[in-house]
Every structure is written in structure tokens, then in C-alpha cells.
């Protein structure tokens, strides 16, 4: 494989109860509009200067690039990825909530909002503001457990069928003390995620029963995507 190849490889997947192959080779170029490029050129750690998470991200996204209307990231900081996300997906509207207003950033595709990411309330507020349906929702946030999963039970739903729900830097999971995980580390977004792969059920102390429920009935496949350096990690969950 060469030096470009793909960095990231498939950890764990699972697609109605079975488990799918993996990935190789190369991810697909598209006429100049190389997620990881847009990556590196805007500066966030999701291209080849940090976690790679984008050769494979391509992968998934490059079949929906001309067709999303709206794709949705939790974690703004200065906008870099809602850029990189701007020149790849040329028909949608990009959204972001951050903790911290980034209103500065707000352009006719560039929508942001001001939210804690694991107060459903605010995320409501947020979905009053702009609804539903979303062809991505990619949480990088505050990456800690209560976090993670509050966010992404509640935004699930709002995924439409097709789509996808990315969980970034799912490695804080293995951080221990810290980013919310208790004692015994049953909490953990990891573990949430390999007891999905395993028995196909979403379990989780930061969901709703509904949400849980709704998650389970609902993931067509779950893919954990490990860096090359096998310390990033990052979660693609695809809806139904
Ligand atoms: C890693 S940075 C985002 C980087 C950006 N996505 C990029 O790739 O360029 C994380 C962001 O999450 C925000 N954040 C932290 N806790 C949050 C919370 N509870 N709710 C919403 N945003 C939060 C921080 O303010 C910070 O801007």
C-alpha cells in the first residue's frame, strides 16, 4: 500500500447483526475536492496533521457529496471544519453549536448556534431553529461520556434515513480518570458502541429509554475507525 493510502482501518463493524468486511486500498479522489486536503488547508485536526479521520471519512461521504442539503457539527472552535465541510458538500447548508458563540462565522451556508451539547433543552432550541433531517451529524465537541451520548440520542432522530452520525476522538473513553468516566468504566462510550457491536442493543446511563430504543431500532451499521497510530479514534454510525 502505498505511503497515501488509507491510515485509518475498520476496528469494528456491524451491520444488522452481521459483521461487514473492511476497507483498503486508496480513498476515492474527486476532482479536487480531496476531504483531506480541505482539511489540512483549513487547519482541523481531523486531516493528515492529527487524527487522518477524513481519507476514510471520504469513503462514506464521497457517494452523498453532490445530494446533502445539510450536515451539522457539534464543536465550532474557529470554524475549520465547517469550512473544510462549505467547499466539499457544494449544495448544503453546514450548522454548528458550540458552547461559545461563533455567530462571527455565519455566512449564506454557514449557520452557527450556541448550545451545550448535553443539554437536550438547547438541542432542542437548536432544532426549533433550524429542524430536522439532517445527511450528517458529526459530534466533535467536548468528547466527554455524558457528552457524547446525551448528543447523539437526542440527535439521532434527526438524522435522516441514508445518513450518518459520526462520535469523534472516541478514544477519551480509554482516558481514564477523566472526561466523565466512572469507576467501573460500564459508562464509557466505547463500551456503549462494542456492546452495540456485539449484541446489536444500544445500553447507555446518558439516554432516555426512548432514545436508546430509538438508537437500537434504528443503526443499519456501526464502523470504529482507529488511527494509524491506534490512538484516534473515531465512531460512523449509518441510519436506516
Ligand atoms: C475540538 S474543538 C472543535 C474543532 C472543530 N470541529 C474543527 O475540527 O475545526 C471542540 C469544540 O467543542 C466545544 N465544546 C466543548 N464543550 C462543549 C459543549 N458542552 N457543548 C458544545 N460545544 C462544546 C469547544 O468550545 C470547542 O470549540
Same mark, same amino acid.
Given at each position: 500500500m502505498k505511503a497515501s493510502a488509507v491510515r485509518l482501518c475498520l476496528a469494528g463493524c &456491524?451491520?444488522? @447483526?452481521? &459483521?461487514?468486511? @473492511?476497507?483498503?486500498?486508496?480513498?476515492?479522489?474527486d476532482d479536487g475536492h480531496d476531504l483531506t486536503r480541505l482539511a489540512d488547508k483549513y487547519g482541523t485536526d481531523k486531516g493528515s496533521t492529527v487524527h487522518n479521520y477524513t481519507e476514510v471519512y471520504q469513503y462514506f461521504f464521497q457517494p452523498m457529496r453532490?445530494?446533502?442539503r445539510k450536515v451539522f457539527e457539534i464543536g465550532v472552535a474557529s470554524g475549520s471544519s465547517l469550512f473544510m465541510f462549505r467547499d466539499y458538500f457544494p449544495k448544503a447548508v453546514i450548522y454548528g453549536i458550540d458552547i461559545e458563540d461563533s455567530h462571527r462565522l455565519d455566512s449564506p451556508r454557514i449557520k452557527t448556534f450556541v448550545a451545550d451539547q448535553a443539554n437536550r433543552k438547547q438541542l432542542q432550541q437548536f432544532v426549533d431553529a433550524h429542524g430536522s433531517d439532517f445527511d450528517l451529524i458529526l459530534d466533535d465537541g467536548g468528547h466527554t461520556m455524558e457528552?457524547?451520548?446525551?448528543s447523539f440520542g437526542y440527535f439521532f432522530a434527526h438524522v435522516k434515513p441514508g445518513g450518518y452520525y459520526?462520535?469523534?476522538?472516541?478514544?477519551?473513553?480509554?482516558?481514564?480518570?477523566?472526561w466523565g468516566i466512572d469507576e467501573d468504566q460500564k459508562n464509557t462510550t466505547l463500551a456503549m458502541i462494542e456492546?452495540?457491536?456485539r449484541t446489536g442493543t444500544i445500553v447507555s446511563k446518558h439516554m432516555t429509554a426512548a432514545e436508546a430504543r430509538y438508537a437500537t431500532d434504528h443503526i443499519r451499521y456501526c464502523n470504529l475507525l482507529k488511527g494509524a497510530d491506534l490512538h484516534s479514534i473515531t465512531c460512523l454510525l449509518k441510519k436506516k
Open positions: &456491524v451491520a444488522a @447483526g452481521s &459483521v461487514v468486511c @473492511g476497507i483498503q486500498g486508496q480513498a476515492p479522489r453532490n445530494d446533502a457528552q457524547q451520548q446525551v459520526v462520535i469523534e476522538d472516541v478514544h477519551t473513553s480509554l482516558m481514564v480518570p477523566g456492546n452495540f457491536v
